[in-house]
Each structure stands twice: as structure tokens, then as C-alpha cells.
């Protein structure tokens, strides 16, 4: 089991930008994959990004891609999400994920963090 910690949401006007952090403990951190994944009021969890265990792979959702970008440090045991160009409808609470796979990271991961909330306003 991986215990993951996010960090970093908060206010932001539209079209200005945050940085999510997301601290993972209890397992080797370059052998897992790591997500993002974000829930809007009255919608369900959805999928944001993804990268693979070494970094080398990464995936985002066609709303994010251009404006998103994931990113991690296996020797800080942090996965990153730089968020530019914000719109109101990013306004979310943002969740980490991890899981032995991309795969699994996107669809189904076993670990999740507690949240951060995302606020973006017009």
C-alpha cells in the first residue's frame, strides 16, 4: 500500500496557474505509476493525467493536454501537476493516484490521497 499526501491547491483567477504536489510513501516510488484525478460538484472522479514509474510515459485527458503537464521526481518520492492557462471549469478537488501500472493507474488505481481542492475563478 502506498499513503499519499497532496499539496498545493487553492484560489486562482482564470488563465493563471498552480502547481499540485502529491508526497508518497511505502513502496519503492519508481516502481509504481502515478495518476491525477479530479471530482467538480455533482460530477463523478475523472481522470486528468498519468505517468509511468521511470517518467518516461505520460497521458492526460483531452481537456488538460497543452495546459497540463505531470511530472515526477523519484528522488524526492513527489509526483508534480503544473497547471497553466486555469479555466473555471478546472474548478475541482484534485486527487492523487497510484497503482503497479499506467493501466491500472488510469482506470481503477488501488491507492488514492485525500484531496486538494482546486478553485478557479472568472
Known amino acids: 500500500q502506498v499513503q499519499l499526501v497532496e499539496s498545493g491547491g487553492g484560489l486562482v483567477q482564470a488563465g493563471g496557474s498552480l502547481r499540485l504536489s502529491c508526497a508518497a510513501s511505502?513502496?519503492?516510488?519508481?516502481?509504481?505509476?502515478m495518476g491525477w484525478f479530479r471530482q467538480a460538484p455533482g460530477k463523478g472522479r475523472e481522470f486528468v493525467a498519468a505517468?509511468?514509474?521511470?517518467?518516461?510515459?505520460?497521458y492526460y485527458t483531452n481537456s488538460v493536454k497543452g495546459r497540463f503537464t505531470i511530472s515526477r521526481d523519484n528522488a524526492k518520492n513527489t509526483v508534480y501537476l503544473q497547471m497553466n492557462s486555469l479555466k473555471p471549469e478546472d474548478t475541482a478537488v484534485y486527487y492523487c493516484?497510484?497503482?503497479?501500472?499506467?493501466?491500472?493507474?488510469?482506470?481503477?488505481?488501488?491507492?488514492w490521497g485525500q484531496g486538494t481542492q482546486v478553485t478557479v475563478s472568472s
Open positions: 505517468i509511468s514509474g521511470s517518467g518516461t510515459s505520460t
Open positions: 511505502g513502496r519503492t516510488f519508481s516502481s509504481y505509476a
Open positions: 493516484a497510484a497503482d503497479d501500472s499506467v493501466r491500472l493507474v488510469r482506470s481503477a488505481p488501488a491507492d
